[in-house]
């Protein structure tokens, strides 16, 4: 195959690729602060053993998990917009993305909440804890401990999932990509530069993260 | 003995250097005529220029022009159905050896593939929804546009919306169809597309209706082979005039557009 590359038309768009780099951080971040709010919800709903609400988390557990991400995203699109509800494709990728992150962090967190000794309860209740208090104060920031790393492996997936973006129309990353490549028809080029940029996003993502730990776990 | 063992390695050897500067010369027309079969990309998204008939079959325009061009060449036609993202990158990658898909010869592209003179021309029109309200192209400031993406329509529009400051109201989709879709649910007032695609459409969906003309200019579309074939790109642009001359052209988009084939001349340019 003959192929010259052509970097320059890729390097003039640098800065709206970096610019849409950004959008991608910030979707990513706040689809996992929904995702763990909810996720954290699910997986207390799911161990409360009251089959009239558990069947709900784990309706969503099992549609999050088991079916494509693609397939959330376009529901939140084009099955949402059958019964006349427009969202935005920013607000189509937030509400994919926070309803798949939901899914696998409940189960993350049930693992959790299983590590925890129920010792742990019954201590905390002995020295005069409610139950609220015990779960807020004792169980659960244990919980975050264990399932720190698992969150951080959610939030890099949820990174690249929302690449996913440029198929209901969002400008992300992958799709501002796609959207200066189309000017010249340079795809291989455009998108190993963005290719690059998610590699860094990435490892900054896990790099942090274990700043973080290394500052919160210390003890 | 051993003379001749050496004369006839040398010819030998010089007939597979022979062979070797022969391939070397073949190029793209060669290489299809070989072959035997010519592969065209053709968008199967855009009818009546290009889609699938109620056989499923490929069928329009386009696919028609294809046919023309392997009849023309006694060889065999191999029909790839195309995203409109997928035009140029098929060249690119050699799994097509021409692309009929109504793309516009931007000086951008030109510098990733090769393309012929302009083998038919189009204008951008939208269509928009029976209460959308959009009369005329400035109706269209302050509304939900959208487009396929990677197309010149989205280009061309995405310059007014900078300048109108409503970039945030404008949606790329990935097909005509999503944009046709979209429409018709009401997630965007008005979807651009080309003004052959508009009966169709409309027919199509109720609630959708022709919208005005797009201000920018005629769409000048060509055929598109790969950027250094030169003796393929001469080749087609001959088919094309030849589909003028026997009046194919015009009996082609009579029976699939219908009325009088524009002309194929940019006024005030020799090619």
């Not at chain 1, 969202?87 to 939901?102: D, E, I, K, R």
């Amino acid at each position: 195959m003959e192929y010259t590359f052509h970097w320059r038309p890729v390097f003039n768009r640098l800065p709206d690729l970096l610019e849409a780099g950004l959008i991608t951080l910030e979707v990513s971040a706040l689809s996992m602060v929904i995702g763990i709010a909810l996720g954290l919800g699910l997986a207390l709903i799911r161990m409360s053993g009251n089959p009239a609400i558990a069947w709900f988390a784990i309706g969503w557990i099992e549609i999050a998990r088991n079916t494509p991400a693609l397939l959330q995203l376009f529901f939140f699109s084009f099955g949402l917009g059958a019964y006349g509800i427009h969202l935005t494709p920013y607000m189509v990728v937030l509400c994919g993305m926070a309803f798949n992150n939901a899914g696998y962090l409940a189960e993350s967190f049930r693992g959790g909440f299983a590590a925890i000794p129920d010792t742990q309860m019954k201590a905390a209740r002995s020295l005069g804890m409610t139950a609220t208090q015990a779960y807020i104060r004792i169980i659960i920031p244990q919980v975050l401990r264990i399932v720190y790393y698992p969150m951080t492996n959610q939030m890099v997936w949820a990174v690249l999932i929302s690449s996913l973006g440029m198929l209901v129309g969002f400008h992300e990353l992958a799709g501002e990509t796609q959207r200066q490549a189309f000017r010249s028809f340079r795809l291989f080029e455009f998108f190993l530069v963005t290719a690059v940029i998610y590699y860094v996003i990435v490892k900054i993502i896990i790099l942090s993260s274990r700043l973080i730990a290394w500052r919160l776990f210390r003890y | 003995m051993k003379i001749g063992t050496a004369l006839l390695a040398s010819a030998v050897i010089g007939l597979f250097a022979l062979g070797e500067v022969e391939s070397a010369k073949a190029d793209k027309l060669d290489d299809v005529i070989n072959a035997g079969k010519v592969r065209c990309g053709v968008v199967l998204d855009f009818p009546p220029i290009g889609f699938r008939d109620a056989n499923n079959e490929p069928a329009g325009f386009d696919v028609e022009y294809c046919k023309d061009l392997a009849a023309a060449m006694e060889v065999d036609y191999e029909i790839l159905p195309l995203t409109w993202a997928e035009r140029l990158p098929v060249i690119v990658t050699n799994r097509a050896d021409v692309v009929f898909g109504a793309t516009s010869d931007t000086l951008e592209r030109a510098k990733t593939v090769g393309f012929t003179i302009p083998y038919a021309i189009y204008y951008a029109q939208a269509v928009v929804t029976r209460d959308s309200g959009i009369a005329t192209f400035e109706d269209m400031k302050g509304k939900r546009v959208g487009a396929a993406v990677g197309t010149v329509p989205e280009i061309e529009f995405l310059k007014y919306a900078k300048e109108w400051g409503t970039e945030d109201l404008y949606q790329g989709f990935q097909s005509e169809n999503e944009v046709f879709l979209a429409v018709a649910q009401g997630k965007i007032d008005a979807g651009i597309t080309t003004n052959t695609a508009v009966k169709p459409i409309t027919d199509q969906y109720e609630n959708v209706i022709a919208g005005p003309r797009m201000p920018w200019t005629t769409d000048y579309t060509s055929v598109v082979g790969p950027r250094k074939d030169f003796g393929w790109l001469n080749y087609l642009n001959l088919f094309i005039t030849h589909q003028v001359r026997s009046g194919r052209y015009q009996e082609l988009w009579g029976q699939f557009v219908g009325g009088e084939a524009p002309d194929l001349r940019i006024p005030g340019v020799m090619y």
